[in-house]
T-cell receptor, first 115, second 106 residues
Framework: GAVVSQHPSWVICKSGTSVKIECRSL??????MFWYRQFPKQSLMLMAT?????????EQGVEKDKFLINHASLTLSTLTVTSAHPEDSSFYIC???????????FGQGTRLTVV | KNEVEQSPQNLTAQEGEFITINCSYS?????LHWLQQHPGGGIVSLFM???GKKKHGRLIATINIQEKHSSLHITASHPRDSAVYIC????????FGTGTRLTIIP
């Protein structure tokens, strides 16, 4: 089946630094990818929708200047957490839709810890 | 009230038992997803359905569009089925339930 690879699986960074998370669709072209965030014991919340070749669409309350999303190709989207703060510590996960079969495929997720 | 409600929140059962997890939603949908999240956090898509019933191995998912309700069943449960099961509605942009934590005891 279709595979979405997310890297890194975990990262620890210092406050004030930036962290980039990659999401790749390995065997299909994903015109749209989605970025979610999950705080402990809470459900996933959509942060933004990433469309190839255009600006991402952010959900209400998500700072676009803090969470930079780039979707430069049909197989790669990146999320950069800029000037990270401890409250940004969370589990970030991407998903991509394979337009051939309409299922949603998820990456393995990235656990970010900001110290 | 959440748009997607799951029950139970936690479920512990003995190996071999038949498991049912329920999902009710309050919005009109084009599709409903059942997802499995393991302790490490990774998510696997189990089913996407918009009507009727789907079966994959020991897993069965049903949906009743009129009643806005879906169930996920696991037959002959096994400890490796222990995970959080999440119901989500939508086609591309998903709205998630809070999940059901399933623990299967050997």
């Amino acid at each position: 089946g279709a595979v979405v690879s997310q890297h890194p699986s975990w990262v620890i960074c210092k406050s004030g630094t930036s962290v980039k998370i990659e999401c790749r669709s390995l065997d299909f072209q994903a015109t749209t990818m989605f970025w979610y965030r999950q705080f402990p014991k809470q459900s996933l919340m959509l942060m933004a929708t990433s469309n190839e070749g255009s600006k991402a669409t952010y959900e209400q309350g998500v700072e676009k200047d803090k969470f930079l999303i780039n979707h430069a190709s049909l197989t790669l989207s990146t999320l950069t957490v800029t000037s990270a703060h401890p409250e940004d510590s969370s589990f970030y996960i991407c998903s991509a839709r394979d337009y051939r079969n309409t299922e949603a495929f998820f990456g393995q997720g990235t656990r970010l810890t900001v110290v | 009230k959440n748009e997607v409600e799951q029950s139970p929140q936690n479920l512990t059962a003995q190996e071999g038992e038949f498991i049912t997890i329920n999902c009710s939603y309050s919005v009109g949908i084009s599709a409903l997803h059942w997802l499995q999240q393991h302790p490490g956090g990774g998510i696997v898509s189990l089913f996407m359905l918009s009507s009727g019933k789907k079966k994959h191995g020991r897993l069965i998912a049903t949906i009743n569009i009129q009643e806005k309700h879906s169930s996920l069943h696991i037959t002959a449960s096994h400890p490796r089925d222990s995970a959080v099961y999440i119901c989500a509605v939508g086609y591309e942009k998903l709205t998630f339930g809070t999940g059901t934590r399933l623990t299967i005891i050997p």
